[in-house]
């Protein structure tokens, strides 16, 4: 064990910029989370229809790959990272329009291996370089507010596309995600639940209820196909050699330098968006460190860049993933954050509580007859997810905005991302910070001026 810095931080084994913190010997297993794991956990299984519908894989060897993603959660818990981690969800419709330019077989997984590399790269180099640090603290707040406000823009574009998921699954869909922000922001909800004990419940156990409802709805309705379970083999073994013959970096061949190039503009952007991630997980931890003084929480930007950086890279030799390894998943952070508000009786411990959900997600992903039973909620899990990151992201981002001028450069830096893409809202984001900054971005002489206003 480490000494302590601070008495009322966790104990820990130091490992270089790491924390190693193990299950069961430094912190215990809290109950809520880990249910609300093994039911929620399950809707990881959606993103099977991209490595089916882009990648080419056939659904069990998809499966195996993402049982491998799932797996690779843990690293930030255990390393010591006090969030719930998840992908970069904005840069999934980017990812999978870059995709559709290359032809679907081993061309198509070069083309992902080549992004999801740069992007591990881009990821241990702000780690490293502590740079990400930097950014958190000196970028502006418009600039932070305009990348958090540009996130809900890109998730409902996806959603009302034509083929989204809203289309297709409108009432579940919107039933899901009202219940679930009305759990976890209504000030009616936060006063009742004191006096209702079915409402304390559905709170306490944040996402579940609310997936649950939207699976019973759509069912209901015939939005949703009848869950059927499963029986006979109960766990999933993941297809590794088939894995590392036919789809990994070994199997494929290692990309050429031109997709890399091609790959690189995407890159930049996918981490421009995970950067949002990371100002909202600071503002996250801050606000449940705020709540309560019997327990230091040490969330280090650099070192979640790190462990970022570190999944990515393992999927892009492995199982290259088209929805990327991100820093957060904002849906649960929040859930778990909030419980986390309520006091040591709810949950003795912030890291323990997201490692405890994370390790009941894996657990979700390889019992056969829960995921065989779970399956039609697939699709409306992640859209909910989607939804609520959406209300998130758009609820910190006007927090940052403290002025006019930085609540008109947050809306204009959106506005622009949903037309030109996210490089572009960050040059137009900058060059506005700088007209509108109160000193002057063209040097003047002051004689000169003296003499013109003579």
């Not at 502590?130 to 418009?142: G, M, Q, T, W």
């Not at 004990?197 to 709805?217: E, R, S, T």
């Not at 992201?393 to 996210?422: E, H, P």
């Amino acid at each position: 064990m480490s000494a302590q810095k601070n008495p009322k931080e966790m104990p820990f084994i130091p490992l270089g910029p790491f924390k190693l913190r193990i299950p069961f010997i430094h912190y215990k297993l809290e109950k809520v989370e880990f249910i609300q794991g093994l039911i929620i956990g399950v809707t990881a299984l959606s993103s099977i229809a991209y490595m089916t519908d882009y990648m080419g894989l056939p659904y069990e060897l998809a499966w195996s790959c993402i049982i491998i993603e799932v797996l690779l959660y843990t690293l930030h818990a255990l390393l010591g990272d006090p969030v719930i981690p998840g992908w970069i969800t904005p840069t999934l419709p980017l990812t999978l329009v870059y995709l559709s330019g290359f032809q679907k077989g081993p061309e198509r997984i070069q083309a992902m291996i080549a992004l999801q590399l740069l992007v591990a790269f881009i990821f241990f180099f702000m780690g490293i370089t502590k740079l990400a640090d930097k950014f958190v603290e000196k970028i502006p707040n418009s600039i932070k507010g305009g990348i958090l406000l540009a996130a809900p823009v890109t998730v409902m574009q996806t959603l009302f596309q034509e083929d989204g998921q809203l289309s297709q699954y409108p009432i579940s869909i919107l039933v899901g995600g009202g219940v679930l922000i009305f759990l976890s922001f209504s000030p009616f909800c936060r006063e009742k639940r004191k006096t209702n004990k079915l409402l304390d419940i559905m709170v306490q156990y944040g996402n579940l209820f609310p997936y649950l409802l939207a699976m019973l709805i759509g069912i209901l309705i015939k939005e949703l196909a009848l869950p059927t379970i499963e029986l006979g083999t109960i766990i999933k073994i993941p297809q590794l050699g088939q894995i590392i013959s036919s789809y990994s970096i070994f199997g494929v061949g290692v990309p050429g330098i031109d997709m890399f190039i091609k790959a690189i503009p995407l890159a930049f952007i996918c981490y421009i968006l995970a950067f949002g991630d990371f100002v909202t997980s600071e503002t996250l931890i801050k606000e449940a460190q705020q709540s309560r003084d019997d327990e230091y929480i040490d969330f280090n930007s650099s070192r979640s860049n790190l462990i970022s950086g570190l999944r990515n890279l393992i999927l892009g030799l492995l199982a290259p993933f088209p929805p990327l390894a991100g820093p957060l998943w904002v849906g649960m952070t929040v859930s778990v954050g909030e419980r986390y508000k309520e006091g040591k009786t709810a949950m003795k411990s912030l890291l323990g509580g997201m490692g405890s959900f994370r390790l009941a997600t894996l657990l979700s992903v390889i019992i056969i007859p829960l995921v065989s039973f779970m399956k039609p909620i697939f699709p409306v899990g992640s859209a909910i997810t989607l939804l609520f990151q959406a209300y998130v992201c758009a609820r910190i981002g006007m927090d940052y905005c403290y002025t006019n001028t930085d609540k008109s450069i947050a809306g204009i830096m959106a506005a622009v991302l949903a037309f030109k893409g996210s490089a572009w809202a960050l040059v137009v984001g900058f060059a506005l910070n700088i007209l509108l900054s109160e000193k002057s971005p063209i040097p003047i002489n002051s004689s000169s001026s003296k003499q013109r206003k003579r």
